[in-house]
């Protein structure tokens, strides 16, 4: 099966095993609870229903056709059960189903995640969709009516949450499907008795791209200037659609080669660095575990996590997606929290992002401060850069290392030294340990 980029990476490492992955484990359970760490709530979780996606754009580690092997492989949206009781535990301000692919590939998982997902602060709901279901008006119609009659239909005993509807549109998008199945979403959302629906457009910011263009002409309406990031569609119904637009990833299906061949071009603005500068905490940190990364970034009182479709729960680049919970082996958020808690790259990436990350295991590995300056996305970093049973193992050491300085948690000193030796033995470079 064409798997995302992001599976390929994570998973065939994952399968191996590993005696520096065993001599971490022995770490984090020979040390005690820490005793302060990051938050134990999720303000934000987005899941994904599915991992593939029909649309197949260019730039997309996602773009993986449909296939037979999701029949056979533990799915969260055949089995909305577990995952719906998990994320109902977390404290959440904001659920969103989004992709990893393309959620409305199952239409039935999404009406039931509107209709349950609750926490008791939960103030919106959202769908990030590529319209790719509003094949024809009918259909489009058809679509949104039942998501808007589950949201509706709400228990009464559930947190009265907005509902939003957001469309990934960007020029590769519109080079598969074009803008028509997004103006068909816009159009139905903007009947009478759908005006309560948010709705805005979330694209890619390029040079002579003419994609918001065509929507905004196809709609009738008119496209004000970017700022920010953002710009408007003034409709002539009187609405008012925000786009907003993020960087391109140019790391996995797309590259510089690539791109260099295509009429549109990258500009400065849409390069990682530059983007990220947004996401930037009052610490001068950017720590995605802690972000919203919407049109109006919001730093987080909680945690940022994500849910994929084989329900692997992860925070938000703030923990080694090797060590994840499954939504089929714990039941309530608190257990899953604090079994990612125990871990000391956890609590480091919550901390401090991984960025952070990168530069302290680069004294010895070089090349992770190379992999986070040069990949041109904010996210799947930890994946990069943890890579390796070593660094994984050397992750966990330095960042226990000053936990344990910081008076956060003990480690049991002889425990210590067989790791470092563990890693020394394999040849890792331990710079200043003689
Ligand atoms: S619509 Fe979104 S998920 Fe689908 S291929 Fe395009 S970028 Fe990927």
Same mark, same amino acid.
């Given at each position: 099966?064409?798997?995302?980029?992001?599976?390929?990476?994570?998973?065939?490492?994952?399968?191996?095993?590993?005696?520096?992955?065993?001599?971490?484990?022995?770490?984090?359970?020979?040390?005690?609870?820490?005793?302060?760490?990051?938050?134990?709530?999720?303000?934000?979780?987005?899941?994904?229903?599915?991992?593939?996606?029909?649309? &197949?754009?260019?730039?997309?580690?996602?773009?993986?056709?449909?296939?037979?092997?999701?029949?056979?492989?533990?799915?969260?949206?055949?089995?909305? &059960?577990?995952?719906?009781?998990?994320?109902?535990?977390?404290?959440?301000?904001?659920?969103?189903?989004?992709?990893? &692919?393309?959620?409305?590939?199952?239409?039935?998982?999404?009406?039931?995640?509107?209709?349950? *997902?609750?926490?008791?602060?939960?103030?919106?709901?959202?769908? *990030?969709?590529?319209?790719?279901?509003?094949?024809?008006?009918?259909?489009?119609?058809?679509?949104?009516?039942?998501?808007?009659?589950?949201?509706?239909?709400?228990?009464?005993?559930?947190?009265?949450?907005?509902?939003?509807?957001?469309?990934?549109?960007?020029?590769?998008?519109?080079?598969?499907?074009?803008?028509?199945?997004?103006?068909?979403?816009?159009?139905?959302?903007?009947?009478?008795?759908?005006?309560?629906? &948010?709705?805005?457009?979330?694209?890619?910011?390029?040079?002579?791209?003419?994609?918001?263009?065509?929507?905004?002409?196809?709609?009738?309406?008119?496209?004000?200037?970017?700022?920010?990031?953002?710009?408007?569609?003034?409709?002539?119904?009187?609405?008012? *659609?925000?786009?907003?637009?993020?960087?391109?990833?140019?790391?996995?299906?797309?590259?510089?080669?690539?791109?260099?061949?295509?009429?549109?071009?990258?500009?400065?603005?849409?390069?990682?660095?530059?983007?990220?500068?947004?996401?930037?905490?009052?610490?001068?940190?950017?720590?995605?575990?802690?972000?919203?990364?919407?049109?109006?970034?919001?730093?987080?009182?909680?945690?940022?996590?994500?849910?994929?479709?084989?329900?692997?729960?992860?925070?938000?680049?703030?923990?080694?997606?090797?060590?994840?919970?499954?939504?089929?082996?714990?039941?309530?958020?608190?257990?899953?929290?604090?079994?990612?808690?125990?871990?000391? *790259?956890?609590?480091?990436?919550?901390?401090?992002?991984?960025?952070?990350?990168?530069?302290?295991?680069?004294?010895?590995?070089?090349?992770?401060?190379?992999?986070?300056?040069?990949?041109?996305?904010?996210?799947?970093?930890?994946?990069?850069?943890?890579?390796?049973?070593?660094?994984?193992?050397?992750?966990?050491?330095?960042?226990?290392?000053?936990?344990?300085?910081?008076?956060?948690?003990?480690?049991?000193?002889?425990?210590?030294?067989?790791?470092?030796?563990?890693?020394?033995?394999?040849?890792?470079?331990?710079?200043?340990?003689?």
């Amino acid at each position: 099966m064409p798997d995302s980029v992001f599976k390929q990476t994570t998973h065939s490492s994952a399968q191996q095993t590993s005696e520096l992955d065993l001599v971490r484990q022995e770490i984090i359970d020979g040390i005690p609870r820490y005793s302060e760490h990051g938050p134990t709530h999720a303000s934000t979780c987005y899941v994904w229903p599915s991992s593939e996606c029909p649309v &197949g754009c260019g730039h997309c580690n996602y773009a993986s056709p449909l296939s037979l092997d999701r029949l056979t492989r533990y799915s969260v949206a055949r089995d909305p &059960g577990p995952v719906l009781r998990l994320m109902n535990s977390m404290g959440l301000w904001k659920a969103v189903l989004s992709g990893g &692919g393309e959620p409305m590939v199952e239409p039935e998982f999404c009406e039931r995640f509107v209709n349950e *997902i609750d926490s008791p602060g939960l103030e919106e709901i959202e769908l *990030i969709t590529s319209a790719h279901f509003a094949a024809d008006p009918a259909e489009t119609r058809l679509r949104l009516e039942r998501l808007v009659e589950a949201w509706r239909s709400r228990s009464p005993d559930l947190a009265r949450a907005h509902f939003s509807v957001r469309i990934s549109l960007d020029w590769f998008h519109a080079q598969r499907i074009g803008v028509e199945p997004a103006a068909r979403v816009i159009r139905v959302l903007g009947d009478p008795g759908m005006r309560d629906v &948010g709705c805005y457009v979330r694209s890619v910011l390029l040079d002579n791209d003419s994609t918001m263009a065509d929507l905004s002409a196809m709609l009738g309406g008119h496209l004000t200037e970017l700022r920010d990031y953002q710009q408007e569609i003034v409709l002539p119904d009187g609405r008012t *659609i925000l786009v907003y637009y993020k960087n391109l990833i140019v790391d996995g299906r797309m590259n510089e080669r690539k791109l260099s061949r295509l009429p549109i071009g990258l500009p400065t603005a849409s390069r990682a660095d530059v983007f990220g500068k947004r996401f930037v905490d009052g610490n001068g940190r950017q720590v995605p575990a802690r972000t919203y990364n919407g049109p109006q970034v919001r730093h987080l009182d909680g945690l940022a996590c994500l849910i994929d479709d084989d329900g692997r729960v992860r925070i938000l680049e703030g923990n080694d997606p090797h060590r994840c919970v499954n939504v089929r082996d714990i039941d309530h958020w608190p257990e899953a929290v604090a079994y990612l808690y125990a871990d000391p *790259i956890t609590v480091y990436l919550v901390d401090n992002g991984p960025q952070a990350l990168a530069a302290l295991i680069s004294d010895a590995f070089p090349e992770a401060a190379t992999v986070a300056a040069d990949t041109n996305q904010l996210y799947h970093l930890t994946e990069l850069l943890l890579t390796t049973p070593e660094r994984r193992l050397y992750a966990t050491l330095r960042a226990l290392e000053l936990h344990v300085e910081e008076g956060r948690v003990t480690v049991e000193p002889k425990l210590l030294a067989r790791a470092w030796q563990a890693l020394a033995d394999e040849g890792v470079p331990l710079p200043g340990r003689g």
